[in-house]
């Protein structure tokens, strides 16, 4: 298999032509030329149902994913497609009561004409037999956002089989690159391409990939029907984004490795979590699972008056309710609806030159 790096730039490529664009551009159409005949085979015929841009960007995605990928407006589009695929009235589905607060809001909510047998788990669980018996769908969010606990993907899918559920993985916090759900037993992963995938910090996106062709199927008839399309240049943006995620990923997870060593004696800081460090309760579990880590970090100051002051004080960080990007950032998550103490950051390392990052966060916080 090629390296991460490589699958990065060249991935979605198509064959090379004199005289095209090495990269080629977004394309804009609603409907397409039909040539005076009835729609043939899997030509384009409208823009709701087909974009060659999105083919390009799926391709390169599902090889990082190892199935194939449908391509969604946003990281909640991909959840709530792939939910609304799977889940019929009455259905029992397990959620992590740590994971991203808008999955369980958008489940009791917008679902809730379903009357689904809604079971939320702690990531790190425990997770009972019973969690498993009768459920559609299992959901499992690991790394956890915000919380970064790890679960056992291979363990908890072979659990859910046995049961005859199927398993889904939102990977967004590890990244295609950090970690391959579908290779590990996972029937599909989800992920918001917003955060690391685009990287920039300037657009929304998200995919579900499996290796399951009538469930990618059915996801892609989904899409079309209920007109949940990403835009053509969003598509174009993130491909080209994508291109240094390999380079991204190894600065942040530079940047957050010397800021969790940083940080991990500091006076102020407590409730550290980062499972690249050895330290880390989720630390031998996630070295088992994930192929490499991550930019983001956890930690708590005393309260939301401390975290005012740190945004106040640095040079570097942003305050910001998203992570994965270019730009370091941190997010107060208690303000937002987690269950989390008035104090509780979510840090996202970006690219800044790493002793740069670290004395600023320092000297905001001293």
């Not at 589905?93 to 809001?105: K, Q, W």
Request: hydrophobic content about 40%; some cysteine.
């Amino acid at each position: 298999m090629l390296g991460d790096g490589t699958r990065c730039v060249h991935g979605g490529e198509s064959d090379p032509a004199v005289a095209e664009p090495l990269m080629p551009g977004p394309v804009f159409a609603a409907p397409y030329h039909l040539g005076g005949a009835d729609r043939v085979g899997d030509a384009d015929f409208y823009g709701r149902a087909g974009n060659p841009g999105w083919r390009a960007l799926e391709g390169a995605l599902g090889e990082l994913d190892g199935g194939s990928c449908v391509l969604l407006p946003s990281g909640m589009a991909a959840i709530g497609t792939l939910l609304r695929t799977v889940l019929h009235a009455g259905d029992a589905l397990v959620l992590p009561a740590d994971g991203y607060y808008a999955t369980r809001d958008l489940v009791r909510t917008e679902l809730s004409e379903l009357n689904l047998d809604v079971r939320e788990v702690p990531t790190p669980g425990p997770f009972p037999q019973e969690t498993f018996e009768g459920a559609r769908l299992v959901l499992l969010e690991t790394p956890s956002n915000p919380g970064l606990d790890v679960c056992d993907i291979a363990e908890l899918a072979e659990r859910a089989h046995a049961a005859g559920a199927l398993l889904a993985v939102d990977n967004t916090t590890a990244t295609p690159l950090g970690q391959r759900p579908l290779e590990l037993g996972a029937d599909a992963v989800v992920a918001s391409d917003t955060k690391a995938v685009c990287g920039h910090s300037d657009l929304l996106l998200g995919h579900v990939s499996t290796a399951d062709e009538e469930l990618a199927a059915r996801l892609t008839r989904s899409r079309t029907l209920s007109g949940a399309v990403p835009a053509p240049f969003e598509t174009w943006l993130a491909h080209r984004s994508l291109a240094t995620l390999d380079l991204r990923l190894e600065r942040q997870a530079a940047n957050a490795a010397a800021l969790a060593e940083a940080l991990a004696e500091h006076p102020s800081v407590s409730g550290l979590r980062w499972p690249g460090l050895p330290s880390d309760p989720a630390h031998e579990l996630a070295s088992r699972q994930m192929r490499r880590w991550g930019g983001v970090l956890r930690f708590e100051l005393r309260d939301a008056e401390a975290v005012r002051r740190l945004l106040e004080r640095s040079r570097l960080v942003s305050g910001a309710t998203s992570f994965g990007g270019v730009h370091s950032t941190a997010d107060r998550r208690a303000q937002w609806g987690d269950s989390v103490p008035e104090g509780f950051v979510r840090f996202s390392a970006g690219c800044e030159d790493t002793a740069d990052l670290v004395a600023d966060v320092l000297a905001a916080l001293d």
